[in-house]
């Protein structure tokens, strides 16, 4: 901490951080004043985490000084030292929110007894603050997400170092995804808790569902260091980190929808160590690499619902792309090999565009011949979108899931149930929003609409008023 020691007598600044120092050898800084006047300037200069003003100094006391000081940096903690035993000094020193009131001389015992209580307290109020600031990450985040970044500059914090990391787990297995994360989760938050480096930091998940570190650190090398020695803990080149700065709240949030801009990068370049946002901004021909993760990407959701022919259309029409054949042969193949292999479990090792294609048919059909056969049994069917009604379920795709044509997969389900199945799809839908924003009444209506399987917050809007009566923002008011 940065301890503050007012007194007229050298002697007796000294003697108090000498005694300082012994309790706690090399763990705060110190600096003095010589009287009421200085001790105000130096607080205006930094405000110190601890003062201790002595009553009677030259030009301006130390009850004068705290009534400045108290103004100019509430979250100091202030003891009062006086060589009188006077009640009323003692009163109005606690009437002027001083943490202690102190006789001279000190001793040993009853200033370690003072200074531990005052960290204790100091330390339950950084952790307030910390959630604090959390929550308005969050919220903030969520409403720059629907209305824009406005209101993101009347948040307190004001001009800082601000960082923000994004972590992107990728792992077919969703249970395995949602382990790595909460771990991860976990002992980032405890890392930058203990961290006296780190002022403010809020750990969370975005709107996207990707993990999110937001702080305050001058240098925040330590922090990049202990998140890139976590991600080395799993080689298997699941876990991708990015990077960004700026002076804002407003600018750390931008950087933060940057970043999920060019995330797709880590398909093919090594982003197993934290990657700046700048630096990957700089990087030649972004655009043409960004568009081809994309693409890979499209190609790899179809595969992973069996959509066989889909693949096989769109790997066709990729085959006669020159664009996307020259960013294949200038990545990095290892790393979109792992990726692949992790995503889709089937091995890859293609050197050509095209045999690296066929490699992507030959994954597709083989995760649409491990899907389970089904005729036509309905509750297989409304089991399947129960389980995945927050990703696409249209009739397209459900339909070539069981084995069925669109048409008279719709046909039947309307048959057998006396109902369309897009309306089918629409109820489970709005039902599980209604219980998200019931259970959960600070969620965001962003948030809500992608977890039941809306890509359009204004479409689900529309929807789920239509639906109840009400608008999603009003449910449960």
Avoid at 378 to 387: E, G, L, M, P, S
Wanted: charged share 25%.
């Amino acid at each position: 901490m940065f301890i503050l020691i007012a007194d007229d007598e050298k002697m007796l600044r000294l003697s108090l951080q000498s005694m300082l120092e012994e309790l706690y050898p090399n763990e705060h800084i110190y600096i003095h004043a010589s009287n009421g006047e200085a001790a105000v300037t130096q607080v205006r200069k930094l405000p110190p985490d601890i003062a201790f003003l002595d009553i009677k100094m030259p030009l301006m006391n130390g009850l004068e000084a705290l009534d400045l000081c108290r103004k100019i940096s509430p979250s100091t903690k202030w003891v009062i030292l006086s060589g009188y035993a006077d009640f009323e000094y003692a009163q109005q020193a606690i009437r002027m929110s001083a943490s202690s009131y102190l006789l001279k001389p000190v001793d040993l015992a009853t200033l370690k007894h003072v200074v531990d209580e005052i960290e204790i307290v100091k330390k339950q109020e950084a952790l307030q603050n910390n959630k604090l600031f959390t929550l308005d990450i969050i919220r903030s985040f969520s409403m720059a997400d629907m209305l824009g970044t406005d209101e993101m500059s009347y948040l307190p914090y004001g001009e800082r170092n601000w960082t923000i990391y994004q972590i992107y787990i990728d792992s077919q297995e969703k249970e395995r995804q949602c382990m790595l994360k909460h771990e991860l989760f976990c002992s980032i938050d405890r890392f930058c808790e203990e961290n006296a480096a780190v002022s403010y930091h809020a750990v969370f998940v975005n709107t996207d569902g990707e993990l999110c570190v937001v702080c305050d650190a001058v240098d925040p090398s330590h922090l990049t260091f202990y998140i890139n020695s976590k991600l080395a803990e799993y080689p298997d080149g699941l876990i991708s980190s990015f990077m960004g700065k700026a002076g804002s709240i407003e600018g750390i949030y931008k950087a933060s929808r940057r970043i999920s801009e060019v995330s797709d990068v880590r398909f093919v370049f090594d982003c197993r160590q934290t990657r700046s946002i700048t630096e990957i901004d700089s990087t030649a021909g972004l655009e043409e690499i960004l568009h081809f993760s994309s693409e890979i990407n499209r190609l790899i959701r179809n595969a992973l619902v069996g959509n066989q022919e889909s693949v096989r259309q769109f790997a066709a029409s990729l085959e006669q792309d020159s664009r996307m054949a020259s960013v294949f042969y200038q990545i990095s193949h290892a790393v979109l090999y792992q990726y692949l292999g992790n995503i889709l479990a089937q091995p890859f090792c293609a050197e050509s565009w095209s045999a690296f294609l066929k490699q992507i048919c030959l994954a597709a059909a083989e995760l649409s011949r491990k899907k389970p056969v089904y005729g036509f049994d309905v509750t297989a069917i409304k089991d399947f979108v129960y389980r995945n009604y927050g990703q696409d379920v249209s009739i397209a795709l459900v339909s070539e899931y069981f084995n069925l044509s669109p048409a008279y997969f719709s046909r039947l389900f309307h048959e057998r149930t006396g109902q369309k199945y897009i309306d089918f799809v629409t109820e489970v839908r709005m039902e599980n929003a209604k219980r998200i924003l019931s259970s959960s009444p600070d969620v965001s209506v962003r948030k809500t609409a992608a977890e039941v399987g809306y890509t359009s917050v204004r479409h689900f809007s529309k929807t789920f008023q239509k639906y109840t009566g009400m608008l999603p923002s009003n449910w449960g008011i």
